[in-house]
């Protein structure tokens, strides 16, 4: 596995990759990108926290079964936008307490943008640092309507 990573507007980032696809993004400082991939990755992250990209084109671990399927949903998501954990789970077939698991078990946050569910009548969860105010951060810098 190698990383590298940046400094954006939510505190340090670092993409991890293995056999030529990101399997993480980590909170926290890493080196210079070391490979295309992961050059890409840092290139795409930058137009997005400068407002120029809404949505990834990179090869990426998506998982299986479930995780897989929440995640090209959230995947899907536009950016701006919120689902609730309910609509995903319908999309899905699954349980909304499935997803919202599967949603705190994505390794790729931002890229696979977690931060744009959200429960029916409450904000839910978020792992990076700092938790919901990143998420509320997240969405406002993708200027998605918070009440």
Known sequence: MIRAG???P???VAL???AGRLIALEWGL???AETPLLAEGLRQLAAYFDRRLDRFDLPMDWGTG???A???????IPMGEVRTYGQIAKRVGAPAQAV????GANP???LIPCHRVTGTNWFGGFSAPGGVETKAALLRHEGALLL
């Open 30 to 32: 890493a080196g210079p």
């Open 10 to 12: 939510f505190g340090p």
């Open 100 to 103: 919202g698991q599967a949603c």
């Open 108 to 110: 790729l946050p931002i």
């Open 6 to 8: 940046l400094h954006g």
């Open 66 to 68: 479930l995780h897989e």
């Open 16 to 18: 991890v990759e293995d």
């Open 70 to 76: 929440v995640r090209r949903a959230m995947a899907d």
